[in-house]
Nanobody, 119 residues
Framework: QVQLVESGGGLVQPGGSLRLSCAASRSIFSIDVMGWYRQGPGQQRELVATITSGRSTNYADSVKGRFTISTDNAKNMVYLQMNNLKPEDTAVYYC?????????????WGQGTQVTVSS
């Protein structure tokens, strides 16, 4: 199993920046894909960014050029640097870990952290 704890959310003005952190209970080397999801008010869960064990990244079109996902494997940490924040970025952000064992996928989720972008 993997336990995940997010932190770093809060209230920020449009154009501002936040860095979200996700602490994992096991080495990120053993996790196939780490990701950040978000769910805005009245919205479906949305994939924001992913990073694989090979360190390749993918981003939702809405955040490309503004958000950066990264890891610190020595500290078992995953980060989401969010720059030039917009009101539409307001959401609860969730850290996700995906482990693939042969053909079975195992998903683990953090508790979420609230990000509010408002003037």
């Amino acid at each position: 199993q993997v336990q995940l704890v997010e932190s770093g959310g809060g209230l920020v003005q449009p154009g501002g920046s936040l860095r979200l952190s996700c602490a994992a209970s096991r080495s990120i080397f053993s996790i196939d894909v780490m990701g950040w999801y978000r769910q805005g008010p009245g919205q479906q869960r949305e994939l924001v960014a992913t990073i694989t064990s090979g360190r390749s990244t993918n981003y939702a079109d809405s955040v490309k050029g503004r958000f950066t996902i990264s890891t610190d494997n020595a500290k078992n940490m995953v980060y989401l640097q969010m720059n030039n924040l917009k009101p539409e970025d307001t959401a609860v952000y969730y850290c996700n870990a995906l482990l693939v064992v042969v053909t079975t996928r195992y998903h683990y989720w953090g508790q979420g952290t609230q990000v509010t972008v408002s003037s």
